[in-house]
């Protein structure tokens, strides 16, 4: 039975990649952080802890810190059997929050990635030991290109993308200094109703559920234009397994090939409760845009301006065809589904809590 070590496993990515991997009978070994209210237990790892047979026996969840050079050091040096694959997913992985915590984005994002391929070179591993470092979309930032490859040179514009750029040029040089089997997954934004609340797609699908349930009235967003390649994470997962098990290690970009803007985003989501929105300028402080419900006029998004970026990144549509030639990856879910079951699986969510409302921070 393979062993594989997940760092992020609490996160969005970490419970689809836990779900895959059990389906192909890995031991996994996770890497969580504790918190100071216990558990240290994501709400998808107590989901899945609930719902797999056997989860304690076949997770092993570990606590610690990507920022702590020893819990890595410690797992790699001790679990047995010893671990062949490791899936590096932790990160500061919100862009607009890098703009405010620069330094701690790059040292969990950029150093993150440092102590752990030095502790795989320092216990002498990068002969047994497979390397996925997760990278991001984001490190086009404004590049020319209107659809991005493998090739597109990396223009980042923020703190996280400049983070997850430095780890992708550290998993290309220990690929060709040490012969690591290192592996960089360009993906393009990818959504699920694991997603955390502080994304856009999330904050849009749980406000309409809330609107819908009549707990609230509006969302305010911030900028409507910007455009993103949307695809389901657990679509993802599977060509991150699949990039894991070429060959030889190489670079793989996962994207669906479709961009849309936020607000596509939006009146995809109002459309699922059976709402028509209409999108109006409007001048008032801090305000640009609001969204009218075409039928009974109410405003049911509005746009504030202090919640734009300090460089935002406009559009963004990849090109998955060399992960399509190598492996036949494409994506599963399409938009419009993808918008369906996130919205749906917060109504569901909301109901099932009684109504009471999950703030969004950012
Ligand atoms: P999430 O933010 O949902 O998950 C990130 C996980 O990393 C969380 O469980 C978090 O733990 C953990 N983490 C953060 N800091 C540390 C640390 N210092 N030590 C240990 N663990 C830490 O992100 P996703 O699952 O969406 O993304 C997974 C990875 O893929 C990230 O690296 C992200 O940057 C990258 N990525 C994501 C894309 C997407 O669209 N989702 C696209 C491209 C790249 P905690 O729960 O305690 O906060
Ligand atoms: P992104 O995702 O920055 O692409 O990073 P996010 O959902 O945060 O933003 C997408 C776009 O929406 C605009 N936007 C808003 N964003 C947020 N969060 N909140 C708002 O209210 C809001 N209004 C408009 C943003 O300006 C932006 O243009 C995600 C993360 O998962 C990264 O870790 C990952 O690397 C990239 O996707 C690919």
């Not at 070590?5 to 009978?25: A, F, H, N, P, R």
């Not at 797999?52 to 001790?78: E, M, Q, Y």
């Not at 009146?267 to 409760?273: D, G, I, K, Q, S």
Request: with cysteine.
């Amino acid at each position: 039975m393979p062993t594989a070590l997940v760092t992020g496993i609490g996160g969005q990515d970490g419970s689809y990649l836990c779900e895959l991997l059990l389906q192909k009978d890995y031991t996994i070994h996770g890497l969580l952080r504790q918190r100071s209210s216990a558990p240290c237990m994501s709400e998808h790892m107590s989901h899945l802890a609930a719902s797999i047979k056997n989860f304690r026996a076949r997770v092993i969840l570990h606590v610690g810190d990507v920022l702590d050079p020893f819990c890595i050091l410690k797992i790699l040096s001790t679990v047995s059997p010893p671990i062949d694959e490791i899936y590096h997913l932790a990160a500061q992985s919100h862009v607009a929050l890098s703009f405010h915590l620069q330094l701690y984005t790059c040292d969990v994002n950029a150093l993150g990635t440092v102590r752990i391929l030095q502790a795989i070179t320092t216990l002498g591993l990068q002969a047994r030991v497979k390397f996925y470092n997760a990278c991001s979309s984001e490190m086009y930032g404004q590049a020319a290109q209107s659809e991005q490859d493998e090739k597109t040179p990396f223009q980042p514009v923020s703190p996280y993308a400049s983070s997850k750029a430095f780890s992708f040029w550290l998993v290309a040089s220990a690929r060709i200094a040490y012969g690591l089997f290192a592996v960089n997954g360009i993906l393009f934004n990818h959504e699920s109703p694991r997603r955390g609340l502080d994304f856009v797609t999330r904050k849009i699908s749980h406000g309409v559920a809330q609107i819908h349930l009549g707990n609230a009235c509006t969302i305010e967003l911030g900028n409507l234009d910007a455009r993103r390649d949307w695809g389901h994470a657990r679509d993802y997962m599977r060509g991150v397994y699949d990039m894991m098990h070429q060959r030889a290690p190489e670079d793989f970009v996962l994207a669906t090939g479709e961009s849309r803007s936020v607000r596509d985003f939006a009146e995809a989501a109002f459309r699922v409760v059976g709402v028509e929105l209409r999108l109006l300028s409007w001048s008032g402080v801090g305000t640009k845009e609001i969204g009218l419900d075409r039928r009974n006029g109410q405003i049911q998004v509005k746009v504030n301006e202090e919640l734009y970026r300090p460089a935002e990144v406009w559009h963004l549509q990849g090109c998955a065809s060399k992960a399509w030639e190598a492996f036949n990856w494409k994506p599963d879910v399409s938009f419009e589904d993808l918008v369906r079951e996130m919205v749906e699986a917060d109504i569901a969510l909301l109901k099932a809590q009684n109504g009471m409302p999950m703030k969004s921070k950012i």
